[in-house]
């Protein structure tokens, strides 16, 4: 069985521009949680979607946002970036939503702003 | 706001030896536990997920406990390898399936 995959690995962007993460997840999944992992801050939780519906989001400005399709491959939109926004951005799946089941997590999207 | 909290920051050992990582956590309403292990520049590997209504769980080598009452985990793992040299996360998961996580605690195991 695949694991959850994460396009692109890496990615350099400029000041201002914006940016979009795709996220496949575990086939039979439905649950994708977005996670922003920085050396200063640690993991730290962005959203999570569900059937297609936003269950869930962290305490991050409106230039974080994102979307899930009906195939449960979900992606994340970062709009106007920031030097700050540079960071590992991780994407995990679940079958279900809920807490009770575990999360497996993917490789990561290493965003560099400059 | 849930605070989570891992301590030693980081912790180094000879091969061999048994060791416990903890995690302690602020408020006791929580779902679910779970713990991973970060190997640098990688994603997370699910290590082994505790449910509120189980006090421990055990795969292999690792053994995690919970207690909810008084706000704390541990990772026991026993007779450790060089392999096991990594970050290891704990994340505690509230209703709805929002996760807080550790700080982590970097294990380096010398052979």
């Known amino acids: 069985k695949a694991g959850v995959t994460q396009t692109p690995r890496y990615l350099i962007k400029t000041r201002g521009q914006q940016v979009t993460l795709s996220c496949s997840p575990i086939s039979g999944h439905r649950s994708v949680s977005w996670y922003q992992q920085t050396p200063g801050q640690g993991l730290q939780f962005l959203f999570e979607y569900f059937s297609e519906t936003q269950r869930n989001k962290g305490n991050f400005p409106g230039r974080f946002s994102g979307r899930q399709f009906s195939n449960s491959r979900s992606e994340m939109n970062v709009s106007t970036l920031e030097l700050g926004d540079s960071a590992l951005y991780l994407c995990?799946?679940?079958?279900?939503?809920?807490?009770?089941?575990?999360?497996?997590f993917g490789p990561g999207t290493r965003l560099t702003v400059t | 706001k849930q605070e989570v909290t891992q301590i030693p920051a980081a912790l180094s050992v000879p091969e061999g030896e048994n060791l416990v990582l903890n995690c302690s956590f602020t408020?006791?309403?929580?779902?679910?536990l779970q713990w991973f292990r970060q190997d640098p520049g990688k994603g997370l590997t699910s290590l082994l997920l505790i449910q509120s209504s189980q006090r421990e769980q055990t795969s292999g080598r690792l053994n995690a406990s919970l207690d909810k009452s008084s706000g704390r985990s541990t990772l026991y793992i026993a007779a450790s390898q060089p392999g096991d040299s990594a970050t290891y996360l704990c994340a505690v998961i509230l209703r709805g399936n929002q996760f807080y996580f550790g700080t982590g605690t970097s294990l380096t195991v010398i052979p």
């Open positions: 408020d006791s309403a929580i779902y679910n």
């Open positions: 995990a799946s679940s079958l279900e939503a809920g807490g009770s089941y575990e999360q497996y």
